[in-house]
């Protein structure tokens, strides 16, 4: 399809997807009662987008306390199907407050979802009869669902959760043999030093893929290199079922290859005044999440806190004529440093540019509430275990530089032994709040 047709396509979906949450579900049909609008009114996405924003995180725990005092279910009031013919539920780990059901998906919504999961796996070159190793937090979070489509592949997850300890999951790997692996960027780094101390290499594990999702570890160029080069194969990053990146040496982004499921990249807004943007290569925005195809418990006109840049040219790695996106940060995570939005995986990035120098460990010391900061920032690296340390000051120019350069900080170095800063296998906490 071109992008007209798909976008009509999508129209399309829309309409009917509307029509459906305003039917099924009460919060739903309140949040367009309080718009003023039907779903009758809306044909394009340029009219969706001048709907208010109908949930966020904030929301979403309101409607499933709403829910669980007055129907007994914790899923919230814009569940749009009955409670029993939810299949799975899924919670996103590593956020702070009262978790939030928000992957929860009837039978149909599965099966719908799994043809992503194949798509990408036969992608990386995975097929039916192999097996794949699948190291996340298992059990109540988001990233279980991905097993269904996995099996649905005819691939048999090694699934050995994270908290097992990396000596488990490289002792598993062992034994099992699988030719994919599934798990953090962080995990995937962590492995390779374990590796080696056990006296052997990650390399011998043979693996041909590694699909990694959660953090920006394979959008800097050195974390990507280093641990394609450390396994011997290629490692895709992916975002959910909504797109993966490309078999290019060069990081290039999430190919948005679902754009039945989601009206994703399109709405996209202000991550401050929340106000639509228009879509053009290079765009930041926060992502506006609406799912046109799921049933059970739909987000309709939700606002992610992903902030994320759109790519609109034709990827020069592969040749995708869709959108392409990059992770920039959490909009909740934005600082504001002399009126400038500073986003620390930015701050990440022009870091790990420095590894083996530095250990790529990192901690942004915030004394008070975010998002205004008292300049200067204070950033607290630790230094490589074979760096001199009487030539600190030389490498804290050229880190200063760079960030000058590329992020428009000048921040205060506080210089950390190698080790000190705590490596957590999930999501690293980059601030150090002392408020
Ligand atoms: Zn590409």
Request: glycine content about 8%; proline content about 6%; charged content about 25%.
């Amino acid at each position: 399809m071109s992008e007209e047709e798909i976008k009509d396509h999508q129209e399309e979906l829309l309409c009917k997807q509307l029509k459906y949450v305003y039917r099924n579900s009460q919060l739903y049909r309140k949040k367009f009662e309080e718009s003023g609008a039907f779903p009758e009114d809306i044909q394009t996405i340029e009219n969706f987008q001048k709907l208010p924003i109908f949930m966020d995180k904030a929301i979403e725990r309101t409607s499933q306390q709403e829910s669980t005092d007055r129907f007994g279910h914790p899923f919230g009031m814009h569940l749009c199907s009955s409670p029993d013919e939810i299949v799975f539920t899924g919670t996103t780990s590593g956020t702070s407050g009262v978790p939030t059901f928000t992957y929860t998906f009837t039978r149909a919504d599965i099966e719908f979802l799994n043809r992503y999961i194949r798509h990408m796996l036969n992608y990386g070159g995975i097929h039916a009869g192999e097996r794949l190793l699948f190291s996340h937090a298992l059990g109540i979070y988001a990233t279980s669902s991905i097993l269904f489509g996995v099996r649905s592949q005819g691939v048999l997850p090694i699934d050995v959760d994270v908290r097992a300890g990396s000596k488990s999951i490289l002792q598993y790997a062992k034994m099992a043999g699988p030719t994919a692996a599934m798990m953090t960027p962080s995990l995937a780094e962590h492995l390779i030093h374990k590796a080696a101390e056990l006296g052997t290499d990650v390399r011998n594990l043979g693996l041909q893929a590694i699909f990694t999702v959660g953090e920006i570890g394979v959008g800097v160029p050195k974390i990507k290199k280093r641990i394609e080069e450390s396994y011997g194969c290629r490692i895709y990053d992916y975002l959910g079922e909504l797109g993966f990146s490309c078999d290019s040496d060069e990081y290039h982004g999430i190919h948005c290859v679902a754009p039945d499921l989601n009206l994703f990249p399109l709405d996209l807004i202000d991550p401050e005044t929340k106000t639509p943007l228009a879509i053009y290569n290079g765009v930041i925005g926060e992502r506006v999440t609406t799912e046109l195809n799921l049933k059970g418990l739909p987000r309709i006109r939700y606002a992610t806190g992903d902030v994320i840049q759109v790519f609109t040219d034709e990827c020069s790695g592969c040749g995708f004529s869709g959108k392409r996106v990059k992770f920039v940060g959490r909009s909740d995570d934005m600082l504001i440093v002399k009126g400038a939005n500073v986003y620390p995986s930015a701050i990440k990035k022009v870091v790990s540019n420095f590894i083996p120098d530095v250990t790529g460990e990192l901690r942004i010391v915030l004394n008070n509430p975010p998002p205004r900061v008292v300049p200067p920032l204070q950033i607290k690296l630790e230094y490589g275990s074979h760096y001199d340390k009487s030539r600190l000051c030389v490498l804290e120019e050229k880190i200063k530089n760079a960030l000058h350069t590329e992020a428009r900080l000048t921040p205060d170095i506080i210089w950390c032994e190698p080790g000190t800063l705590e490596k957590s296998l999930t999501k690293t906490p980059l601030f150090e709040k002392n408020y």
